[in-house]
């Protein structure tokens, strides 16, 4: 069954900022912007989920460049919710993108980083269900 709270196709459903050192970026963005830091377990060391003050509600994600993440760019990076991973891998090959990184997967879905010809990175994500 699909998650009701999945975003829907099309729309940005996350974003995560990998980089060498996770907790100065959360330092950085908790002082600029009040985000919260939230300790998510990546088995051995943490990546943290900020959240808005106030609410609570979780905003964006600060990660270590290891693991899963080890090679990606220290940008932002959007994650956009697709219907089909493997179909929407298709289409950028065909549309002369590039597959940076083969699906994973992820809480809640599957995952892959692409660059489009612009030379622009971003993430399809396709929910689980």
């Known amino acids: 069954m699909a998650d009701p709270y999945a975003p829907p196709p099309g729309s940005i459903g996350w974003c995560d900022l990998t980089v060498p050192d996770a907790d100065r970026a959360r330092d950085f963005y908790r ?3 009040g985000w919260a830091p939230e ?3 990546m088995g051995g060391y943490a990546d943290y989920v900020m959240t ?14 290891r693991g899963a993440n ?13 219907a089909s991973l493997g179909e929407s891998l298709a289409r950028v090959r065909s549309a002369g ?5 083969e699906p994973a997967g ?13 030379g622009a990175v971003c993430a399809l994500f396709e929910p689980a269900g």
């Open 39 to 41: 300790e998510l377990d």
């Open 70 to 82: 080890e090679g990606l760019p220290p940008v932002w990076l959007v994650y956009f919710t697709v």
């Open 97 to 101: 993108g590039e597959v940076l990184r």
């Open 31 to 33: 002082d600029v912007i």
């Open 106 to 118: 992820s809480a809640g879905g599957r995952y892959a980083v692409v660059r489009d010809p612009a």
């Open 52 to 65: 808005q003050p106030g609410p609570g509600t979780p905003t964006a994600g600060i990660c270590w460049a």
